[in-house]
C-alpha cells in the first residue's frame, strides 16, 4: 500500500459519481493480484468513480454512531500487487458519508465476519440517509451461500442438511458417493467426497460428519456426488444485477475432487451450447427477488451446486480466459443501476 499526497484528477469526475467503499479483511492478508475486490475497486477508479478502501477492523462504534478509516484509493498501476494501490491520506468518517458500501470479508462466517456487519446495522438505523450495502445486509448477514441453492426450485442436486448423523447416515446410503459441505464457509474449504458403499468407508463418513458438525451440534449440509464434474467439469456464472456477466468452466487436471484451479485444474470458455447456460434465467430471476446484486453462481450437470455470494470471485482469472474487461462492466452496472427502480 503506497501513500500519495499529489491528489488525481480524473478527467469526467463529477461529483454525480457515487462514493464507493471497499471494506475488506486486513491489507496484507489480500491476494491483491487476483482478488475480485481489489479489481472491481481499481475499474472503479478507472472510470472515475469516487472509490476507498477500508480494513474491516477500523470499523468502530464510538459517540452514539458507527466510524471507519478509509484510504482513498486515486489511481492503481496495472501490474496490480500490495505496492500497485497508490492512496491519499486517511478519513475517519461515519458510514453515511459513502453511497455505496462493498462489504467483502470473506467467510468462514463466524463472529469475526458477522459482528463487524452488527455494528453496521445499527449505523444503518441510526442514519438518516443509510447507504447502499451491496450486496444486501439480509443477504450477508442472515444468507447461507450452500443453503440459497435450495431455495432455486428443482435446481439443486438431492440434498440433506442436518447434524444428525443417523438422518446423514440413511441419506448417503441412498447415494453410495456424497459430498460433504459446512454451511459457513468458501472456496471448497471443509469439502469432502465421503463413499458409504462399504461398511468401513461407511464408519470413515460418519466420523467425518461428526468432526464438521461438532459432534452433531451444527448442520452440516450433504448432497449426491455428481460423477460428470470430473468428464464435463464444473461451470461457473457470474452475475451482475440480475445479468450474467460471464461464464467459464473449471476442467479437472488433476483427476481430484473438489475442483481447485489454484491446485491445477483449468478454465477454460463455456460452449454456447452447454447446459449450464440454460439455467441462468432462472438463476437471475431469483437474484432479482433476492435483491443480490453480486453473485457467482456454479453449475454442475445441470444442477447448481455453489451459490457465490457473500464474497463472490474468480473474475480476474475469468477476464484472462475470456479476453474482456468483467470489472469494467460489472462497474457501470453498479454505477448505473445503484438505487435503480429495478430493485425497488
Known amino acids: ?27 496484507p492478508t489480500l491476494d491483491h493480484t487476483r482478488d475480485t475486490t481489489l479489481r472491481l475497486a481499481e475499474e472503479a477508479c478507472n472510470i472515475g468513480a469516487a472509490s476507498w478502501w477500508s480494513d474491516v477492523r477500523t470499523l468502530r462504534w464510538r459517540d452514539g454512531n458507527a466510524h471507519l478509516t478509509a484510504h482513498r484509493i486515486e489511481r492503481v498501476k496495472r501490474a496490480r500487487s500490495s505496492v500497485t494501490f497508490y492512496f491519499g ?76 448423523v443417523a438422518a446423514l447416515r440413511r441419506f448417503g446410503r441412498c447415494f453410495g458417493l456424497t459430498v460433504l459441505k459446512p454451511l459457513n464457509n468458501i472456496i471448497g474449504n471443509g469439502v469432502r467426497l465421503l463413499d458409504w458403499r462399504t461398511p468401513g468407508s461407511s464408519r470413515r463418513a460418519a466420523t467425518a460428519i461428526r468432526a464438521l458438525s461438532r459432534g452433531q451440534r451444527t448442520p452440516v449440509l450433504l448432497q449426491q456426488y455428481l460423477p460428470s464434474v470430473m468428464s464435463d467439469g464444473e461451470v461457473r456464472l457470474w452475475f451482475v444485477d440480475g445479468e450474467l456477466l460471464g461464464s467459464v468452466r473449471k476442467r479437472a487436471c488433476r483427476g481430484k475432487f473438489p475442483l481447485n484451479v489454484s491446485a491445477g485444474d483449468k478454465l477454460e470458455p463455456v460452449p454456447c451450447s452447454s447446459s449450464a447456460l440454460k439455467l441462468a434465467p432462472c438463476i437471475a430471476a431469483h437474484l432479482k427477488a433476492r435483491r443480490i446484486r453480486l453473485a457467482a453462481v456454479d453449475v454442475i450437470g445441470g444442477y447448481v451446486t455453489d451459490f457465490n455470494c457473500l464474497s463472490p470471485g474468480l473474475l480476474v482469472l475469468m477476464e484472462d480466459v475470456l479476453g474482456r474487461n468483467l470489472a469494467r462492466e460489472a462497474v457501470e452496472a453498479l454505477v448505473t443501476h445503484t438505487n435503480d427502480v429495478v430493485w425497488q
Open 1 to 27: 500500500m503506497r501513500k500519495s499526497r499529489d491528489i488525481l484528477t480524473i478527467p469526467g469526475m463529477s461529483s454525480q459519481h457515487e462514493r464507493f467503499l471497499w471494506m475488506t479483511d486486513p491489507w
Open 89 to 164: 491520506e486517511q478519513l475517519i468518517t461515519q458510514i453515511d458519508y459513502f453511497d455505496v458500501i462493498h462489504y467483502r470479508v470473506d467467510p468462514p462466517v463466524d463472529p469475526v465476519y458477522t459482528q463487524p456487519l452488527q455494528i453496521l446495522c445499527c449505523a444503518m438505523f441510526q442514519s438518516k440517509q443509510p447507504p447502499e450495502v451491496a450486496n444486501p445486509l439480509q443477504t450477508l448477514f442472515a444468507s447461507s451461500e450452500k443453503l440459497e441453492t435450495l431455495l432455486l426450485d428443482g435446481l439443486a442436486p438431492p440434498t440433506i442438511v442436518s447434524s444428525n
